[in-house]
């Protein structure tokens, strides 16, 4: 993926929507996420960096896309997830980075084992 | 290790073998009548719904999270027992596990206290897949005496007859696989199954929250000597504590409701609904514990204390009862349709 990986990805996504629906429009999908148009075309091409998280979660909802995907494409992370991570930083630093080459099946079923205590 | 799947106990010992898996369940049933008749098994009536403690740890008395393990709604005087379930190794046939079941740390089968390693005179557990579910204290050979949930503190738990103290109430299971080189040479691939199996008063703080399991009435079951040899069984093992709430606790403590109350066996058996027999010539019945067949039902103690503990326990006549056998197919079933 090139630099402007975030806005290729947005305007590929929004033509190929606009092929079927006419409310893909460069100036109506602005509208729904309360920007100017010139605006997203400049992030569409890449002139500006990816927008604010809050018109990122917009644009994905108009887009019927994957929030944390745009994020991640916009190189964010979302507030709500930072915040829990900064609630216990340590024990989700060890586990992601413990995730880190897991095959996509395996992190999905990470075990929580039953707690064993004095009795 | 041991997981939480669904209201199921996953015990798994990877380190042992990598299929051994022995799932455990409790369900819910109806109490049978406490009348010194003996009855049929009763039916499953689906599964408690289990949580970690730990997610309440806010809510749950203090002792119950030095316990560590799960929690389960009961309602005072509502029966349980316990399914078993375990894996199937590919080729060879279901993986065996030796089970220790205590409740408020008394034996259920022995009703001596809780020790934790594994012994065979008496012996001190039950082998899985060969008893695939346990209703109740082992008072003599061919009969238990069902386990009913009673608030710890009252005087009926086994475990206050037993040890004078209403100390830890719940259930305890500990689980023994048995040893990778002992399955394989056991359970040879193709081997038929049946080759294969035949060679083988004191107050404590939760009290007031706390449920013990009592003697109830006396139903018809085996439990079942070990085929195996003694040393056939891995000293690795898992253990979990299984507290029980009573359900108006488990409201407070989980904000869900718990399961709606059973059936009477009355209003079961008018409706010619199923009980069950279970059968196998194969197996060897285990003696009982003098321990627990002294022990005095609920309604027994009830008597003698001027109360009446078990409400609806009108004795039935059930004529529905349906025989089932071992390895017929995968499944026991084991099921009740209320």
């Known amino acids: 993926m090139n630099d402007n990986g975030f806005g290729d990805y947005i305007r590929q996504r929004r033509e190929e929507l606009r092929t079927k629906d ?8 602005a509208s729904a996420i309360d920007v100017e148009p010139s605006y997203l075309s400049k992030i569409e091409r890449g002139d500006l960096p990816p927008p604010s998280e809050k018109a990122i979660l917009a644009l994905a909802k108009a887009l ?56 | 290790m041991i997981e939480l799947r669904r209201d199921s106990l996953v015990f798994s010992f990877p380190e042992v073998h990598p299929q051994a898996q022995l799932s455990v ?5 109806l109490r049978i009548p406490d009348d010194g008749q003996e009855y049929p098994l009763p039916p499953g009536l689906g ?13 749950v008395p203090s002792g119950w999270l030095e316990h560590g393990g799960v929690l389960l709604p009961m309602y005072q005087s509502e029966a349980l027992w316990i399914l078993f379930h375990s894996s199937y190794v590919d080729e060879r046939g279901q993986y065996p596990f030796a089970v220790q079941v205590a409740a408020g740390k008394i034996n259920a089968v022995t009703g001596e206290t809780w020790s934790a390693g594994l012994e065979r005179r008496p012996q001190n557990y039950v082998v899985a897949p060969q008893q695939p579910w346990l209703d109740g204290y082992c008072v003599r050979k061919g009969q238990i005496r069902q386990f009913v949930a009673m608030p710890l503190g009252a005087g009926y738990s086994a475990e206050e007859q037993i040890s004078g103290k209403a100390e830890y109430g719940g259930l305890q299971i500990s689980v023994f696989p048995m040893k990778a080189e ?3 040479r056991r359970f040879p691939r193709w081997a038929k199954r049946r080759e294969s199996v035949d060679s083988c008063l004191m107050l404590s703080e939760a009290a007031d929250k706390s449920m013990g399991l009592a003697p109830g009435g006396l139903m018809k079951q085996e439990i079942f000597e070990d085929r195996f040899a003694f040393e056939d069984w891995d000293t690795t093992h898992s253990r979990c504590f299984v507290h029980i709430a009573n359900s108006l606790v488990w409201r407070s403590i989980t904000g869900a409701n718990p399961p709606t109350p ?40 009830g ?8 409400p609806e326990n009108e004795s039935v006549s059930p004529s529905n009862v349906k025989v089932i056998r071992p390895r017929k197919s995968k499944e026991q079933v084991r099921e009740g349709v209320f």
């Open chain 2, 262 to 301: 059973p059936p009477t066996s009355k209003e079961y058996t008018k409706y010619g609904y199923p009980w069950f027999d279970y059968y196998d010539d194969d197996s060897v019945p285990l003696p009982g514990a003098d321990v627990l067949a002294q022990l005095q039902s609920v309604a027994e103690l």
């Open chain 1, 22 to 29: 006419s409310d893909f429009s460069l100036r109506k999908v």
């Open chain 2, 303 to 310: 008597k003698k204390k001027g109360d009446v503990p078990l």
């Open chain 2, 182 to 184: 002992e399955f394989k």
């Open chain 2, 25 to 29: 369940n409790f369900q819910r049933t």
């Open chain 2, 47 to 59: 599964t408690f719904p289990l949580v970690h403690v730990d997610d309440f740890g806010k809510t």
């Open chain 1, 64 to 119: 019927s896309e994957d929030p944390d995907v745009l994020l991640a494409l916009a190189g964010k992370v979302s507030t709500d997830l930072q915040q829990i991570i900064r609630k216990r930083p340590k024990l989700f630093a060890e586990l992601i980075r413990e995730l880190k080459d897991m095959p996509d099946h395996a992190v999905l079923r990470v075990v929580r084992e039953v707690r064993d205590g004095n009795w």
